[in-house]
């Protein structure tokens, strides 16, 4: 197992491991304390079946089925397709997933652990996944915005905004609506494996912050959204098909690229996401 840094910032990248046969006790440890220093990993020249994919993850935890059960794969629905296919008249996927600054589940009472995404097709141009280090925006707040921010709590809404910019396209039935109420997680929560703080607020999901004004909430939110995806916090990944790239929402937030690929030019990856515990 190989490993060099993605940036100068966070993320590493892994090569000389075969994730369907190669990931033994020993060499899983190895990983799982990669995956918590680095927060973002990409396991290079991959070719993983979609059950060797849902066996390396379950390792990490439970794994999620997505509300969107439309875009689950047929026979493991813990599989979320992110495509902009169409099959047979439907979409294989969803096209525009994520394309907003996020956390996976941040709208759940237990937000996802981690995300791991495997590309099965990469267009030549577009659709890279930017990634924002929360942990790295936290330790560079004033003292006095860490004191600010300290204790405070925050609604999480799935769909925040009707304004395409902060959401997906896709129309949730009642019953996936239903299944999505508001939950309120801390602004600032620390990751259980590392003991390090992290700002939880995400232009997508984060609607209000709870026991503030509505002009203090705004000025909160719109502080920390503009703060969390300055250059220094930032790492922008372009795939290469066979990359597998996991990543740590507990201490990361991340937004897709996906909205203007040009005709004819596809984008295919399955996605499996790990069961977190409540921030604290």
Same mark, same amino acid.
């Given at each position: 197992?190989?490993?060099?840094?993605?940036? !100068?910032?966070?993320?590493?990248?892994?090569?000389? &491991? @075969?994730?369907? /046969?190669? %990931?033994?006790?020993?060499?899983?440890? +190895?990983?799982?304390?990669?995956?918590?220093?680095?927060?973002?990993?990409?396991?290079?020249?991959?070719?993983?079946?979609?059950?060797?994919?849902?066996?390396?993850?379950?390792?990490?935890?439970?794994?999620?089925?997505?509300?969107?059960?439309?875009?689950?794969?047929?026979?493991?629905?813990?599989?979320?397709?992110?495509?902009?296919?169409?099959?047979?008249?439907?979409?294989?996927?969803?096209?525009?997933?994520?394309?907003?600054?996020?956390?996976?589940?941040?709208?759940?009472?237990?937000?996802?652990?981690?995300?791991?995404?495997?590309?099965?097709?990469?267009?030549?141009?577009?659709?890279?996944?930017?990634?924002?280090?929360?942990?790295?925006?936290?330790? !560079?707040?004033?003292?006095?915005?860490?004191?600010? &921010? @300290?204790?405070? /709590?925050? %609604?999480?809404?799935?769909?925040?905004? +009707?304004?395409?910019?902060?959401?997906?396209?896709?129309?949730?039935?009642?019953?996936?609506?239903?299944?999505?109420?508001?939950?309120?997680?801390?602004?600032?929560?620390?990751?259980?494996?590392?003991?390090?703080?992290?700002?939880?607020?995400?232009?997508?999901?984060?609607?209000?912050?709870?026991?503030?004004?509505?002009?203090?909430?705004?000025?909160?939110?719109?502080?920390?959204?503009?703060?969390?995806?300055?250059?220094?916090?930032?790492?922008?990944?372009?795939?290469?098909?066979?990359?597998?790239?996991?990543?740590?929402?507990?201490?990361?937030?991340?937004?897709?690229?996906?909205?203007?690929?040009?005709?004819?030019?596809?984008?295919?990856?399955?996605?499996?996401?790990?069961?977190?515990?409540?921030?604290?």
């Amino acid at each position: 197992m190989q490993v060099q840094p993605l940036s !100068a910032r966070f993320g590493a990248e892994v090569r000389d &491991l @075969d994730l369907s /046969r190669d %990931v033994d006790d020993e060499a899983f440890g +190895a990983i799982h304390r990669l995956f918590v220093e680095s927060k973002l990993l990409c396991f290079k020249n991959q070719n993983l079946s979609a059950a060797a994919q849902l066996a390396f993850s379950s390792r990490f935890g439970p794994l999620e089925v997505h509300v969107l059960s439309q875009y689950n794969h047929p026979e493991h629905p813990e599989i979320f397709r992110l495509s902009n296919r169409v099959v047979d008249g439907k979409p294989m996927g969803i096209a525009d997933g994520g394309s907003y600054w996020h956390s996976d589940l941040a709208f759940q009472e237990r937000p996802a652990k981690a995300t791991i995404l495997n590309a099965l097709e990469i267009p030549p141009e577009g659709g890279d996944t930017l990634f924002a280090d929360m942990e790295a925006a936290y330790e !560079a707040l004033s003292d006095e915005w860490k004191a600010r &921010l @300290d204790g405070l /709590r925050a %609604v999480h809404r799935y769909r925040r905004k +009707a304004d395409a910019a902060q959401s997906t396209r896709v129309e949730m039935t009642e019953a996936q609506k239903q299944q999505t109420p508001d939950v309120d997680h801390p602004l600032i929560r620390t990751n259980p494996d590392s003991g390090r703080k992290a700002i939880f607020a995400h232009p997508g999901m984060t609607a209000e912050v709870i026991g503030q004004s509505p002009q203090d909430s705004r000025e909160i939110l719109e502080f920390l959204f503009a703060h969390t995806v300055q250059p220094q916090f930032r790492y922008d990944f372009r795939w290469s098909p066979g990359d597998v790239v996991m990543w740590d929402n507990r201490s990361t937030m991340h937004s897709a690229t996906t909205r203007d690929l040009p005709a004819g030019q596809y984008r295919t990856l399955y996605r499996t996401t790990v069961r977190g515990e409540r921030p604290v």
